[in-house]
Nanobody
């Protein structure tokens, strides 16, 4: 069983930055894909970013050039660095890990004020 815990959300003004963290309950060395989704009020959950073993990353078009994703194997943690935030980035951000099955974190709220 794998547990994921997000942190780092909060309230920020447009143009600001936040870094989200996703801490896993065990080693992430063998986990092929980890990443982030988000869900805004009244909308479906949408893909944000992912990183696979080897460091290949993928981003939604809406965040390309503004967000970055990284993995720290020593800390069993995945990070989402969010820069140049916009009000439309407001959502609950969920970390996930694909390891035969998909595991989800509980989510962290990000609110961007205009």
């Amino acid at each position: 069983q794998l547990q994921l815990g997000e942190s780092g959300g909060g309230l920020v003004q447009a143009g600001g930055s936040l870094r989200l963290s996703c801490a896993a309950s065990r080693s992430i060395f063998s986990i092929n894909v980890m990443g982030w989704y988000r869900q805004a009020p009244g909308k479906q959950r949408e893909f944000v970013a992912s990183i696979i073993t080897g460091g290949i990353t993928n981003f939604a078009d809406s965040v390309k050039g503004r967000f970055a994703i990284s993995r720290d194997y020593a800390k069993n943690t995945v990070y989402l660095q969010m820069n140049s935030l916009k009000p439309e980035d407001t959502a609950v951000y969920y970390c996930y890990a694909d390891n035969a099955v998909r595991y989800w974190g509980q989510g962290t709220q990000v609110t961007v004020s205009s």
